[in-house]
């Protein structure tokens, strides 16, 4: 439904959400099977990086959650961004602490109130 409302709408904004998104499920896919895979060698580099407190970001199963969860994010973004495109109102993307995000433009907030 998504890549077919964009096509429809023709915005490059949209297809750069939606590719960020995507890649972030990709590249937490990846992640997660390195770990899946390599986990004695993983788990060697873990403890030898663990006193400088660095073993934390080595769970590489914890990035596939991570990244996972932003990748949803990003892709109902784009589902929000698509949709408002699609029916003729103004929105633009921000980035705000969370992200990307599909915000009415500050035109179309003046309309509302």
Not at 18 to 39: K, Q
Not at 90 to 95: A, C, G, R, W, Y
Request: with cysteine; net charge positive; charged share 20%.
């Amino acid at each position: 439904m998504d890549i077919r409302l964009n096509m429809r709408v023709g915005s490059k904004e949209g297809w750069k959400i939606f590719g960020i998104g995507f890649s972030s499920f990709i590249l937490g896919f990846i992640l997660w099977n390195i770990d899946n895979e390599f986990c004695t060698g993983v788990r060697k580099i873990r403890s030898q990086l663990n006193p400088l407190g660095l073993g934390p970001v080595t769970q590489l199963h914890g990035w596939w959650h991570i990244l996972v969860g932003y990748g949803n994010h990003l892709h109902i973004q784009a589902k929000i961004f698509h949709r408002q495109k699609f029916l003729g109102d103004d929105v633009e993307l921000k980035v705000t602490l969370l992200g990307l995000e599909a915000m009415p433009s500050n035109e179309n907030k003046g309309k509302q109130k």
